[in-house]
């Protein structure tokens, strides 16, 4: 069930739609890394020639109470003792990680960067820095290259989040995430080189949630439905199960994300739909509308939106997977297209938040915006050759606001 928080979908479902999707799933970013991954311990099986493993101290998994992510690995790193200025505790991942790897070429280069981040505890006042980044081998120079941001700290008895963003290099190697945590030497026990790190995260354009979230759980899509891929699912609201699905792009990076400020009062985010190619971003089951299964009955369909739009060719930004019908933009106008039938209306202004209602019969449709009726279609359905897949697409070509999709029915 989604949020019991979301005041305006529970206003919504006191009306009884057929199916309501409030849209606030967590849906920020797709994690490069697994949760085996964050297991800084495992890292442990050294090997010189590729600079994988932890070098200066150990690791181990241990269990606290107050980690920043309790459902994560936590990993207490012991550096050895010294009689030297300083100790370093260099910790370095396999490039394995992830599914085998993340080669460089495979990271969606339209985002252009990725972050690393994790969180750091001690209580001890030896700790003088932290150093976060990665390593990779250089095809080029035949050498292992580091790329690593350092942050002089000395914090004690409290949890610090360090991340950095990194520019994506050119190759196909795979890079290795690299921890440091330099110490002040001098300690008698190692009881005074002990440092935690919990919440180990890398993922493309994830610095807005990686401190609270280390990332969407992604499933494959099922295989009734008529794509293919990986995605997100969007809970209905309420008991039914009639999940939708936020999907992700050929680089797994996700074409949605729920954030910022939500158009209307009650909901706690926006859902903003980005460009997938030529697969929708976000799909919900349709439930017969616009669909053979439906062709006779009446339905409404409602849903927030702001748009951005500059094409000077019409684009679908909502309709079934497998028809071309629908609603599309163009420059100022929008269009709503059923089987031959089509109307247009001039918007003129986007950007600002429209309430979206399409009204269907077995004789006419409806564009409502703002509650006001823009396009009327007359229809005969008998002559409508409707798609039998009962699965909706949203695309969209820029930018979607606010989407709390309800779907009624007489």
């Known amino acids: 069930m989604s949020s019991p928080s979301n005041l305006y979908a529970e206003k919504i479902f006191s009306e009884h739609p057929v199916a309501l999707w409030a849209l606030d799933d967590v849906v920020d970013y797709a994690s490069l890394i697994t949760e085996e991954d964050r297991d800084i311990s495992q890292w442990a099986d050294s090997d010189p020639d590729t600079r994988t493993g932890i070098f200066g101290g150990t690791a181990q998994s241990v269990q606290v109470t107050d980690e920043p992510f309790p459902d994560s690995v936590t990993v207490m790193l012991t550096g050895n003792l010294t009689s030297e200025p300083f100790g370093v505790i260099e910790c370095i991942t396999p490039s394995t990680i992830g599914d085998g790897g993340i080669p460089f070429s ?35 120079s035949g050498q292992n290259v580091q790329k690593i941001k350092s942050f002089n700290t000395s914090i004690s008895e409290r949890w610090m989040y360090v991340s950095e963003t990194f520019d994506i ?83 797994g990076t996700i074409a949605s994300k729920n954030s910022g400020v939500p158009m209307v009062y009650g909901a706690s985010s926006t859902t903003i739909l980005s460009i997938n190619g030529d697969n929708p971003s976000l799909i919900i089951p349709g439930n017969g509308f616009l669909n053979d299964y439906g062709k006779y009955r009446e339905y409404t369909l409602e849903f927030w939106l702001r748009l951005a739009c500059d094409s000077i060719l019409p684009k ?95």
């Open 316 to 410: 679908r930004i909502f309709g079934p997977i497998s028809s071309e019908d629908g609603l599309y933009v163009r420059g100022p106008f929008i269009t709503l297209k059923i089987g031959n039938s089509h109307g247009s209306y001039f918007v003129g202004e986007w950007q600002r938040p429209m309430l979206i209602n399409i009204k269907y019969t077995p004789t006419s449709a409806m564009l409502l915006i703002n509650s006001e009726v823009v396009i009327s279609l007359d229809l005969q359905s008998s002559d409508i050759a409707f798609p039998s897949q009962e699965i909706l697409t949203e695309r969209i070509r820029t930018g979607l606001g606010s989407m709390h999709t309800r779907m009624c029915h007489r």
């Open 106 to 140: 495979s990271l969606d280069q339209d985002l252009a960067t990725f972050s690393i981040g994790a969180y750091f505890y001690t209580d001890s006042s030896y700790l003088s820095r932290i150093d976060i980044g990665y390593e990779y081998y250089d095809t080029v």
């Open 169 to 251: 290099p050119s190759g196909n190697s795979s890079p290795r995430i690299v921890i440091r945590v330099e110490y002040s030497g001098g300690a008698e026990s190692t009881d005074s080189y002990k440092f935690l790190v919990n919440g180990l995260s890398m993922g493309q354009w994830s610095e807005e949630f990686s401190s609270t979230s280390l990332g969407s759980n992604i499933v494959d899509l099922p295989e009734d439905i008529a794509l293919s891929g990986k995605a997100v699912e969007a809970k209905s609201y309420g008991l039914q199960n009639l999940p939708g699905y936020y999907l992700c792009k050929s680089s």
